[in-house]
């Protein structure tokens, strides 16, 4: 029996597209830039693409064998999206601890 303790959008992951275009301390004219980047890599606004990325779930689950992290699996829009925008996938499982 699993717990659930958080779950958060995409956009609040370490694995989003944002996390990916706008590295820590990015001014603002920079990320404009990375956005309109992302807008020529999938031919979509970014507004579309960011909808499509915030619907990826990220939750962690306890239970008294353990714990461990779960990420949605990706639909085929959100593949092609990590492809065009040349950021990794997210994993689908991580931080297993045994209890």
Do not use: K
């Amino acid at each position: 029996m699993c717990t659930f303790l958080t779950f958060c959008g995409a956009r609040d992951t370490s694995y989003t597209a944002r996390a990916a275009l706008q590295p820590a301390g990015a001014s603002r004219d920079a990320f404009r830039r990375e956005r309109r980047v992302a807008e020529t890599r999938t031919g979509d606004s970014w507004r579309t693409t960011r909808a499509e990325l915030g619907t990826i779930r990220h939750g962690h689950f306890r239970s008294r064998d353990g714990e461990f992290t779960h990420t949605t699996e990706l639909t085929t829009d959100q593949r092609d999206l990590h492809r065009a925008l040349e950021i990794p996938e997210p994993p689908r499982f991580g931080r297993i601890t045994p209890a």
